[in-house]
């Protein structure tokens, strides 16, 4: 290997030695929601707040959020069950409600 890449090897090699980050606190916003194959707008939904402590608030709702094996469990969520974290800025919910399956995606608005 040339000397002069042998920095830039070795950085990259650290990236990729790295595992994913299971979870990004800050800021996520409501992205789509779907309510059994029919979209909806939810640009004025409350974000879901992840700080960097374990806690989250999401409305009015707070608790602490725990990342495990990929799903985010938030503690006091009543409807929600876990979120699956996809490419470190975005969380999916997935639950059925009223007989009716809903998806929420929430994409990461200031991740720190």
């Known amino acids: 290997m040339n000397e002069r890449y042998a920095p830039l090897a070795l950085a990259l090699l650290a990236c990729v ?3 994913a980050q299971a979870q990004a606190p800050g800021q996520y916003r409501c992205w789509s929601y779907n309510v059994s194959g029919g979209g909806g707008n939810c640009r004025l939904a409350p974000p ?3 700080n960097a402590d374990g ?3 999401v409305s009015s709702e707070k608790g602490r959020y725990k990342v495990q094996d990929g799903k985010l469990v938030l503690s006091e969520s009543k409807l929600r069950g876990p979120g699956k974290m ?3 800025n ?6 059925d409600y009223n007989g ?3 998806t929420v995606t929430y994409l ?3 991740c720190k």
């Open 48 to 50: 879901l707040v992840l």
């Open 17 to 19: 030695a790295q595992p």
């Open 90 to 95: 975005r969380i999916v919910f997935e639950y």
């Open 86 to 88: 996809e490419q470190g």
């Open 108 to 110: 990461c608005q200031s």
């Open 55 to 57: 806690t989250y608030q």
């Open 100 to 102: 009716m399956h809903h």
